[in-house]
Every structure is written in C-alpha cells, then in structure tokens.
C-alpha cells in the first residue's frame, strides 16, 4: 500500500532521485542490457543491422524490436551449458508461432502453462513429446489436449488434477496408448529473493504439493501405484527474475532428498529432475545475473553431491528458462508525443531536482505492466539521433489514463528530446508482449525480427477490427484504419523488409 497523507505532491518526491547521477554518456547502450546486434550508426540506433527508424516507419509505433541472434544465442547458450539436460523454453515469457517454431530448430523443450500455449506450440508443429504442461488448475479439456497429443510431461500441481487426469489416463492406455508420463510440482520451502508476486515455492502460494506436509510425498506414492500414469520425475520453481543461485541450490537439495524418501517408501528410482526455470537478467547496468554455465555447473554440483549422499543415480535433470532467453533481446520502441515538465516543489534536499520532464510516448502500461505489477526497472535511450544536450530528469510514462501508467520510473535523457523523438526500452522481450492487454483499447503492438539487415514481422499489429469482431454491436461495423496513433503496417505479418 503506498498511501501517504494528501497533500499537493507524491509522498516521496522530496527524497534524492533514484536515477542516481547522470552517466558520462546518455546515448550509450551497455552491451550487458541491450541485444547483442544493439549497435549506434551516426548517432541512430540499429539492431540485425536495421535503423530503428526505417523500423518505426514501416511497422509503425509502439513496436517491439526482436534480435533472432540474440534470442537463438541465448537458448543456444543453456542448451550448452546444460549439455546432457533437457532445456525446455518457458513459452509464458513470449511465444508465438515463429519463436515454437526456433526453438523446436534448435533442440530445445518447451514449457506451456495453458492449454492454448500448449495448442499454439503444436499448431506451430513443435513436437508434442519435448512439451511439458504445467498450471495449477487444468481443466479437463486441456488436460485431454495433452494426453491426446501425447506431450512428454504433465507436471501435476494437486490432488483435484490426479483425479482429473485418472480416467484420461486410463481412455488412453483402453485404446491401445503408453501411460501417461508425469511430473510432480514439488513447494519446496524456499524464500525466493524477488518479488512477492513471482516468489513461487514459499509455503502460502498456490503452486505444487508440499513437501513440508508430506503432500508432495503422498501425491508420488500415489501415482507411482495408478498403473495409468508413469511418475517420471520431480519438479520444482522457486520463482523469476532471481540473480541468487542460493536459492535453486537449497531448492535442488530438498527435492532430491524427495526422491531418497521416494525410493524408500516405494523403491521407485525416478530418472527425471526438473528445477524450474526464474534465472534473472540485467535490465539495468548494475543488475548482476549469473551466466548459464555458472547457473549449470552450480546446479549439477548439489544434484550430484546430493544424490551420493543418498546413494541414488543422478537423475536426467531439466530446466525451464523464460525471461533468461527472451527477455534482453527484444527492446520496444515508442514515439514521443508529449513532454511536461512538471515542478516538484519551491525547494528541496541539495541536489534535488525541481522539475521532472514526464514524457509521454504511444503505448504505456498495456505494453509493458511490468513497471506497475512488479515496480520493475528499465532504462530507455533516445533511439533516432545522437545527442550532445545536458541530461535532463525524465520519467517515461504510457498514454494510459492511470498515473500508475510508468514505464521508467526515473531516468536521464538529453534535454533536447522532443515529441516525435524514438525511444528504446531495452530488455523487453519477455512478460511484456505475453501480458499485454488492450486497457483503454489500445491496440497489441507488432513484433518484428530483425537480423543480418532483415526485418520479418513475425508478430502483426492488432488492428481495432480485430477488436470489433469480438464485440457483439460492433463485429459488422467497420472500423476505422488506420486506428488513431497506431499506424497500419506497410509490410503484411510475415514478410520481409
Ligand atoms: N517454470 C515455471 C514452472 C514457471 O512458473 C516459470 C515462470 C518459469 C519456468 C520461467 O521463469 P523465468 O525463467 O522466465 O523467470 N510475469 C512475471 C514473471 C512470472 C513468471 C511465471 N512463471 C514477470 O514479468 O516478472
């Protein structure tokens, strides 16, 4: 709750800015931030070798910009690392048929926390057995999805879904089918460091069985004995966005001690361990990630130690990153539209800034929520030119009519930025796109691939007829095109420029 007594300014505006000191450069682009094609040419943007501007004029604004390199360099980076494991992309963070159909290419597996995500990944013809589907509440149907398309695992979050799956399991097996293989979510107990709302294997959230209380035990001797089903493994996810491998490592010590009480309540060795995915990426140059192969060795470490502890085979060990693949490649690109500088106060702290410059762009938090779900922090640069003007205090705010509309809280840029100017998010590849929503009817932004000078949409914008279509007055109605301040692209979805 972040309440404070009414007054004529924000509760904290009289405290030193958060954007600390302005950096020598305004314009750089920290190679630990942005895509690895991110490059200035003359003073502009490029990324694949393509200027953000032809980018803007042909695709229109907001638009998110996606490195191909960048995203296949980093799956390819923990397929490596973890050579010997089972790398499944966790598809929530962004997919779309291009992307299932990449990582499919590049040998990956692929996690699916719905059944659309998991009906998008077939449609786009990536093989049911290296998909994974999890969700704490699975209905019937995409259960049947799963089990009829025969997909490598089923992660089992509760007791209600063994019951659910139970006679699927069985129709299959009548007709001639293998049981059907299993995973079991396991809480584990552990605290992770991130936010609340993305900290997944404490006691009080909604995911898995716990192994405190022994349901995680009693739900895999249960289904070691339903003849149907074929309990192949653990799992466990302590949460996202997490640079402590502290964590995942008590994590992957618990649920291997799970698997020593497994064996010695059934005698069952299971062969599989998956430890989830929440691996944290840089969004701003201070954040400190650690690399794949340090995440691997780590992890390989205590599953290996631990198991000849308890003298059991070490399990085929598997691991869901998301955010770590597709989030540092893809940047979004907005145009300015208004500037106002607004004075925070007669007087402050030595040092304070009287006025912050609250500048506007085109899309806003039905984009990106990350800023306002999660206080997330990004950093932005003036994308379309070079700039020599002085910093100047700005916060990069949406269109939306929410003030909580942020998408940088607090940052630098050139005093000269004007409306009309192109600003780059950078690292906005996962969980923006993939939560994005059509608040005040504004429009699903495109989402084009740039690499070696190509540009391919593979993602086209939302247009407002998609929108009418759903509505019951309005399907028959045209609608107006372009839709105000979001241009029709130049190029169809899928072609390149
Ligand atoms: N595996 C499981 C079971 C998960 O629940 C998740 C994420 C992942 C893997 C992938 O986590 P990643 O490697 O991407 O951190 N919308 C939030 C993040 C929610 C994550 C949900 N589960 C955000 O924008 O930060």
């Given at each position: 709750?972040?309440?404070?007594?009414?007054?004529?300014?924000?509760?904290?505006?009289?405290?030193?800015?958060?954007?600390?000191?302005?950096?020598?450069?305004?314009?750089?682009?920290?190679?630990?931030?942005?895509?690895?094609?991110?490059?200035?040419?003359?003073g502009?943007?490029?990324?694949?070798?393509?200027?953000v501007?032809?980018?803007?004029?042909?695709h229109g604004?907001?638009?998110f910009?996606?490195?191909?390199d960048?995203?296949?360099?980093?799956?390819?980076?923990?397929?490596?690392?973890?050579?010997?494991?089972?790398?499944?992309?966790?598809?929530?963070?962004?997919?779309?048929?291009?992307?299932?159909?990449?990582?499919?290419?590049?040998?990956?597996?692929?996690?699916?926390?719905?059944?659309?995500?998991?009906?998008?990944?077939?449609?786009?013809?990536?093989?049911?057995?290296?998909?994974?589907?999890?969700?704490?509440?699975?209905?019937?149907?995409?259960?049947?999805?799963?089990?009829?398309a025969g997909?490598?695992?089923?992660?089992?979050?509760?007791?209600?879904?063994?019951?659910?799956?139970?006679?699927?399991?069985?129709?299959?097996?009548?007709?001639?089918?293998?049981?059907?293989?299993?995973?079991?979510?396991?809480?584990?107990?552990i605290?992770?460091?991130?936010?609340?709302?993305?900290?997944?294997?404490?006691?009080?959230?909604?995911?898995?069985?716990?192994?405190?209380?022994?349901?995680?035990?009693?739900?895999?001797?249960?289904?070691?004995r339903?003849?149907?089903?074929?309990?192949?493994?653990?799992?466990?996810?302590?949460?996202?966005?997490i640079?402590?491998?502290?964590?995942?490592?008590?994590?992957?010590?618990?649920?291997?001690?799970?698997?020593?009480?497994?064996?010695q309540?059934?005698?069952?060795?299971?062969?599989?361990?998956?430890?989830?995915?929440?691996?944290?990426?840089?969004?701003?140059?201070?954040?400190?990630?650690?690399?794949?192969?340090?995440?691997?060795?780590?992890?390989?470490?205590?599953?290996?130690?631990?198991?000849a502890e308890?003298?059991?085979?070490?399990?085929?060990?598997?691991?869901?990153?998301?955010?770590?693949?597709?989030?540092?490649?893809?940047?979004?690109?907005?145009?300015?539209?208004?500037?106002?500088?607004?004075?925070?106060?007669?007087?402050?702290?030595?040092?304070?800034?009287?006025?912050?410059?609250?500048?506007?762009?085109?899309?806003?938090?039905?984009?990106?929520?990350?800023?306002?779900?999660?206080?997330?922090?990004?950093?932005?640069?003036?994308?379309?030119?070079?700039?020599?003007?002085?910093?100047?205090?700005?916060?990069?705010?949406?269109?939306?009519?929410?003030?909580?509309?942020?998408?940088?809280?607090?940052?630098?840029?050139?005093?000269?930025?004007?409306?009309?100017?192109?600003?780059?998010?950078?690292?906005?590849?996962?969980?923006?796109?993939?939560?994005?929503?059509n608040?005040?009817?504004?429009?699903?932004?495109?989402?084009?691939?740039?690499?070696?000078?190509?540009?391919?949409?593979?993602?086209?914008?939302?247009?407002?007829?998609?929108?009418?279509?759903?509505?019951?007055?309005?399907?028959?109605?045209?609608?107006?095109?372009?839709?105000?301040?979001?241009?029709?692209?130049?190029h169809?979805?899928?072609?390149?420029?």
């Amino acid at each position: 709750m972040r309440a404070h007594p009414a007054g004529p300014l924000h509760g904290n505006i009289s405290q030193p800015t958060a954007a600390g000191a302005p950096p020598a450069d305004l314009g750089a682009l920290d190679p630990h931030v942005w895509p690895r094609s991110a490059e200035r040419i003359d003073g502009e943007l490029h990324l694949g070798g393509r200027s953000v501007t032809e980018l803007a004029r042909a695709h229109g604004t907001p638009l998110f910009v996606l490195d191909e390199d960048d995203l296949r360099g980093r799956a390819a980076d923990f397929t490596a690392a973890f050579d010997g494991a089972d790398v499944h992309y966790a598809s929530k963070a962004f997919l779309c048929g291009q992307v299932a159909r990449w990582m499919a290419e590049d040998g990956l597996h692929l996690d699916a926390c719905s059944g659309n995500e998991l009906s998008l990944a077939l449609a786009a013809g990536f093989p049911a057995e290296r998909i994974a589907l999890h969700g704490n509440n699975k209905s019937v149907v995409e259960l049947k999805l799963a089990v009829d398309a025969g997909i490598g695992h089923i992660v089992v979050d509760s007791f209600d879904e063994i019951d659910r799956l139970l006679p699927l399991a069985e129709a299959r097996v009548t007709a001639g089918g293998s049981p059907v293989p299993v995973l079991i979510r396991a809480t584990v107990g552990i605290e992770a460091h991130t936010h609340e709302f993305i900290a997944t294997a404490h006691e009080d959230q909604k995911f898995g069985f716990s192994l405190a209380t022994g349901d995680a035990l009693t739900a895999a001797v249960r289904i070691t004995r339903e003849p149907h089903l074929e309990l192949t493994g653990l799992h466990s996810h302590i949460g996202s966005q997490i640079f402590d491998t502290a964590g995942f490592e008590a994590a992957a010590h618990r649920v291997v001690g799970l698997l020593g009480q497994l064996r010695q309540a059934t005698g069952e060795v299971l062969p599989e361990l998956n430890l989830g995915g929440g691996f944290g990426i840089a969004y701003l140059s201070e954040d400190d990630p650690v690399s794949p192969a340090d995440v691997a060795a780590r992890l390989q470490k205590v599953v290996a130690a631990e198991c000849a502890e308890l003298d059991l085979p070490v399990p085929r060990l598997a691991v869901e990153p998301g955010r770590a693949i597709a989030g540092p490649g893809t940047i979004t690109l907005y145009e300015i539209g208004t500037i106002k500088p607004v004075r925070l106060g007669a007087s402050g702290a030595p040092g304070t800034p009287l006025v912050r410059n609250y500048v506007s762009v085109d899309g806003g938090m039905s984009d990106n929520i990350r800023t306002a779900l999660y206080d997330a922090n990004y950093t932005c640069v003036l994308a379309n030119r070079g700039s020599d003007a002085p910093p100047a205090l700005c916060r990069v705010v949406g269109k939306h009519c929410e003030s909580g509309d942020i998408l940088v809280r607090d940052l630098w840029l050139p005093a000269d930025v004007a409306p009309g100017d192109l600003l780059a998010v950078a690292a906005t590849g996962a969980y923006c796109w993939s939560m994005a929503s059509n608040y005040n009817y504004l429009l699903k932004p495109p989402v084009v691939a740039v690499k070696d000078g190509a540009a391919t949409e593979i993602v086209r914008r939302q247009t407002l007829s998609d929108v009418f279509a759903l509505d019951a007055v309005l399907a028959d109605v045209p609608a107006p095109s372009p839709a105000p301040s979001q241009p029709a692209p130049e190029h169809p979805v899928g072609a390149r420029s």
